[in-house]
């Protein structure tokens, strides 16, 4: 079934650890997106990428980063996570970058302890 | 600043209608989104809108007025299925979307 794909559903983690969340997606979107979501906020966007070998910065990239070596997949890496990172993460993808037609995965629930 | 409002919560009853509205302040303006979330799962599209009027698909319909900066998610025949959170986004000029904190909407039988 073509969609998104997220790993791991959930993680708990300690405070100072290093953290990739993965994201594939099977859909042939140019760009795919990174938000985080909690209680009474919106969703916050983190990081982004147009289009495979580029990436850009959202409303909220303090601690993570972001990779794009190919369409497909949109790794977001916490490098030294902190307790305010935890969060349920959203990856998404569209097929183009002037659209607000999103696919989500079915989001990443961390615990940072 | 960029900015989204549409209330927090509502209650309904099975097999009535309800208006969940949002306003929006944007740079720029590209269209204005609904989705539909359900309790510990993704977002999903619902409707878009970028020209003034109603968009209507089934059950569901999507109002806008770019003038007053408006728009409303209407559905009918509520089922208890329907209750999810309603998310509210808009497109800026830099086609990212602004998103609402979403409306939680309770349905009882």
């Known amino acids: 079934i073509a969609g998104i794909t997220q790993a791991p559903t959930s993680q708990i983690l300690a405070a100072g650890r290093r953290m990739t969340l993965r994201c594939t997606q099977d859909m042939r979107h140019n760009a795919m997106y990174w938000y985080r979501q909690d209680l009474g906020l919106g969703l916050r966007l983190i990081h982004y990428s147009n289009t495979a070998g580029t990436t850009g910065k959202g409303e909220v990239p303090d601690g993570y980063s972001v990779s794009r070596a190919n369409t497909d997949d949109f790794p977001l890496t916490l490098a030294s996570a902190v307790p305010s990172q935890t969060s349920v993460y959203f990856c998404a993808s569209s097929d183009s970058a002037d659209s607000g037609e999103l696919f989500f995965g079915e989001g990443s629930r961390l615990t940072v302890l | 600043g960029q900015n989204i409002d549409q209330p927090t919560e509502m209650t309904a009853t099975e097999g009535a209608i309800v208006q969940i509205n949002c306003t929006y302040q944007t740079s720029g303006f590209n269209g204005l989104f609904w989705y539909q979330q359900h309790a510990g799962e993704a977002p999903t599209f619902l409707s878009y809108?970028?020209l003034d009027g109603l968009e209507e698909k089934g059950r569901f319909s999507s109002f806008l007025s770019r003038s007053k900066g408006y728009s409303y998610l209407l559905l009918k025949e509520l089922q208890m299925k329907d209750s999810a959170s309603y998310l509210c986004a808009a497109l800026d000029s830099n086609y990212q979307l602004i998103w609402g904190a979403g409306t939680k909407l309770i349905i009882k039988p």
């Open positions: 809108n970028v």
